[in-house]
Structures are given as C-alpha cells and as structure tokens.
C-alpha cells in the first residue's frame, strides 16, 4: 500500500546536525512532489521545506533557510533533510508528505508519514 | 505572503450536532489552493477536503467544504464521535512555491 516512513530523529544539542530520511513505497515515488512538515510540542503545523519530482526546484520556509537542506534519490525512493546548526525551537515532529505536480493539480498534501522526532537540547 | 485564520480556536459541541469552522485568508486564494486537514492525538494529519470542496477518498459526506476568495468554511453535518480533533487549513503558494497552514480548530466534546 502507499506509504512513507520516516527516520533518523533523534537527541541533538544545539548547534549539531541531523540527517531525516523518508522511505517510499507503494507509488512512482519520482512522480511526485515531497514536502517536509513539522510540528512542535502542542503546536500547530509548519511547512519546512519543499521538493520538485526531478529535484530541479527546491523551497524553504524563512525559518529554516541557509540551515536545512531537502534532497531526493528517486532511484531509491527517498527524500531527505539535511538539518544543520539546530536551535532548540528546532524540537518537533517531522513529517514527510507529497502531493501532485503543480501542473496536475498539486496544491495539496494527500499522504503522509507518520512522522519522527527531533529534540534539540543541550 | 498570505496568512491563514482559523476561527474559533477551540469549538466545543456535542456528538450528533453541526459543526462549521471558519478559514480566513489576508488576500485572495484561489479555491484550487485551499485544502483541509484532520489530526487526532499521536497521529499525522489526515487530508480531508481539497480545492475547498472536494471531499479526498474515503472521507464521509458528512463533512464538505465550501468558499471562495478570502473566506472558506469547513462544515461537519453531524459530529461522530471520532470527529473529535484538530482541523487545520492549508493553502498553496504558487510564487514561490510552497504550503501555509492556518493555527488550527480543535473541536472538542461538550
């Protein structure tokens, strides 16, 4: 069945790295396109980051710029998050989704992982 | 950048009444970017509703969802008992590209 599978969170102190992977299966993983979203203790969500099908387009939202780093092998059915100088406001849930090209109508995020944690504390 | 607002913040009803849940949005969306989701405790969030009223597969007709321009609505007909949860919009942004999600409205049990 589709489904995607997160890993790699972790315990971080402030100022390391993290490296988040998420498994694909059950669909043409490289036809679509895959988003990272977390989600803070008792928080609501927040969209972090952004990939296109071929890797060839790639979006951050401001909080995470010139830290996190999205990437994609469509060979092995994996998007990746490259978390460097981690704050502590970095702690949350990190869930992958996709969702459709732009072009085919892909203004929304119709399945997601279950999600993995990233605690940031020194 | 747009920003999205959820009303009310916390909506507290009872099994078998109406629920309507208010998404605002600071300028003009289209209603193709307007998309709503469902989270329940421990749980990832859940696609509900997508360009404003189309219901995604498997979700019952008791939820719909409507709107246009800066106002859309999120209407459950007749609260189920597992309907109890956080509801979220969401709307995509075309340039640059990306998603925003509203604070949420957690309906709960009166």
């Known amino acids: 069945q589709v489904q995607l599978v997160e890993s790699g969170g972790g315990l971080v102190k402030p100022g390391g790295s993290l490296r988040l992977s998420c498994a694909a299966s059950?669909?043409?993983?490289?036809?679509?396109?895959m988003s990272w979203i977390r989600q803070a203790p008792g928080k609501g969500l927040e969209w972090v980051s952004y990939i296109s099908s071929s890797s060839s387009y790639t979006n951050y939202a401001d909080s995470v710029k010139g830290r996190f780093t999205i990437s994609r092998d469509n060979a092995k059915n994996s998007l990746y998050l490259q978390m460097n100088s981690l704050r502590a406001e970095d702690t949350a849930v990190y869930y992958c989704a996709r969702s459709r090209q732009p072009v085919h109508g892909g203004y929304y995020m119709d399945v997601w992982g279950k999600g993995t944690t990233v605690t940031v504390s020194s | 950048e747009i920003v999205l607002t959820q009303s009310p913040g916390t909506l507290s009803l009872s099994p078998g009444e109406r629920a309507t849940l208010s998404c605002r949005a600071s300028?003009?969306?289209?209603?193709?970017?307007l998309a709503w989701y469902q989270q329940k405790p421990g749980q990832a969030p859940r696609l509900l509703i997508y360009g404003a009223s189309s219901r995604a597969t498997g979700i019952p007709d008791r939820f719909s969802g409507s709107g246009s321009g800066t106002d859309f609505t999120l209407t459950i007909s007749r609260l189920e008992p597992e309907d109890f949860a956080v509801y979220y919009c969401q709307q995509y942004g075309s340039s640059p590209r990306g998603f925003t999600f509203g604070p949420g409205t957690k309906v709960d049990i009166k």
């Open positions: 300028q003009s969306v289209s209603s193709s970017y």
């Open positions: 059950g669909f043409t993983f490289s036809d679509y396109y």
